[in-house]
């Protein structure tokens, strides 16, 4: 449990903990490690923050890695990940 059981859903959302396989050959596929996303209704809140971006087809959350694995139509500005992340209330770590 992260410790923001109020507000993340702690114990109530299950998030695969596996990326899927894609075919990249038609889209770009990146993964970012995302400081204290730590249960999955961490994992929710910043797979679905990301999912809003332009272009973005898959977002998987690893909670055990503290990654994120995004799937896109095309590469993604890392500073436009960065933001929507932090808008979430996480941080990219570098």
Do not use: F
């Amino acid at each position: 449990m992260c410790g923001n059981e109020s507000s993340c859903g702690c114990g109530t959302v299950t998030i695969d903990s596996a990326p899927a396989a894609a075919d990249t050959s038609t889209g770009a596929r990146s993964t970012y490690q995302v400081s204290g996303m730590t249960c999955g209704g961490c994992a929710k809140k910043v797979s679905g923050h990301v999912s809003e971006i332009a272009g973005v087809t898959d977002v998987q959350a690893d909670v055990a890695a503290g990654t994120i694995t995004v799937l896109s139509d095309n590469p993604l500005d890392t500073a436009e990940v960065r933001a929507v992340v932090q808008r979430a209330g996480y941080q990219l770590v570098d």
